[in-house]
């Protein structure tokens, strides 16, 4: 006799991290499939000698800002076991609120730069430039730019106070007051505004995906124009990628994906070149170059 197991979600594995991963537009399916899944994976572990702490089990829905009443009535178990309902969860450093604003993210990200930034402080004053440099990298940058194409695509306004925070570091350990001009200090030390960063990200983000390093997940999204329509038209002289429409700002518009395309289109054409037959290196050596220069003019 053959026995067919079917599991609702995806199982996502990091090192020792494991996540299982549930899409569905029904609460009531939601509920459902997930406590089957539990129900399976909790004999899988028991004929394994396997155990899993229930209390140490957490559970995340992410949902759009508007429907917080309609997940009131989920109860998910193992092994009789109430599972706690969280509003946030950390996964791989970067933390996730339920509706993907990022705030609590940003929040921690806060904290963590301006520690560093008086770290900085104290020490300008007993080394050198260089060193002080290879400090601000090690201490602010890293933090600055973990992660910050997923979550430097949200509200401008929650950005810019990050990127006040970088120009803050960039001040103290050059040694310049509060609101000296400062961009042109960004081009002499090669270091790129956290805006021009996630920028970067987006356009290797898209290379990866059209020389297929990447995930197929977004094939249906990232297209060349030249696919979509069958005419010749002025776009496809620099391999631009179809835009799509969406319906919402936070989850659409302002969304990896659409940015990325957007990015893509735009900087090949205002560097008049076919990213498509760059390498990854002369990429963002183009890019790097161009807004070092920019951050001169300024």
Not at 103 to 131: C, E, F, M, V, W
Not at 193 to 198: G, T
């Amino acid at each position: 006799m053959i026995y067919i197991i079917i599991f609702y979600y995806t199982v996502l594995h990091f090192a020792d991290d494991t996540n299982l991963m549930l899409t569905s537009n029904s609460l009531k399916m939601i509920n459902k499939h997930i406590n089957h899944d539990l129900k399976l994976l909790t004999r899988w572990l028991r004929a394994n000698r396997i155990s899993l702490n229930a209390s140490k089990t957490e559970i995340i829905i992410f949902r759009p800002r508007s429907k917080i009443n309609m997940t009131k009535h989920l109860n998910f178990r193992i092994s009789g076991q109430h599972i706690k309902r969280t509003s946030e969860v950390k996964y791989l450093g970067i933390l996730f609120d339920e509706t993907l604003s990022w705030n609590t993210h940003l929040l921690q990200l806060t904290k963590k730069l301006n520690r560093a930034i008086g770290l900085l402080s104290k020490i300008r004053h007993y080394s050198s430039p260089d060193l002080l440099k290879t400090i601000y990298f090690s201490l602010f940058h890293s933090h600055l730019i973990y992660g910050c194409q997923i979550w430097g695509q949200g509200k401008r306004n929650d950005i810019n106070k990050i990127v006040q925070l970088q120009h803050k570091a960039i001040r103290i350990i050059n040694f310049l007051p509060r609101n000296h001009p400062i961009l042109a200090k960004y081009s002499e030390l090669k270091i790129l505004n956290l805006n021009e960063q996630i920028i970067l990200q987006n356009i290797l983000f898209v290379k990866k995906y059209l020389n297929k390093t990447s995930s197929n997940s977004f094939s249906k999204f990232l297209k060349p124009v030249n696919e979509i329509h069958n005419h010749v038209t002025r776009s496809t002289d620099t391999y631009q990628l179809s835009k799509h429409t969406f319906k919402t700002e936070k989850y659409g518009r302002n969304s990896i994906l659409q940015n990325s395309i957007n990015d893509w289109n735009k900087y090949q054409i205002l560097l008049k070149t076919d990213f498509n037959k760059c390498s990854f290196k002369e990429i963002k050596k183009q890019i790097t170059n161009y807004f070092f220069e920019k951050y001169k003019n300024n």
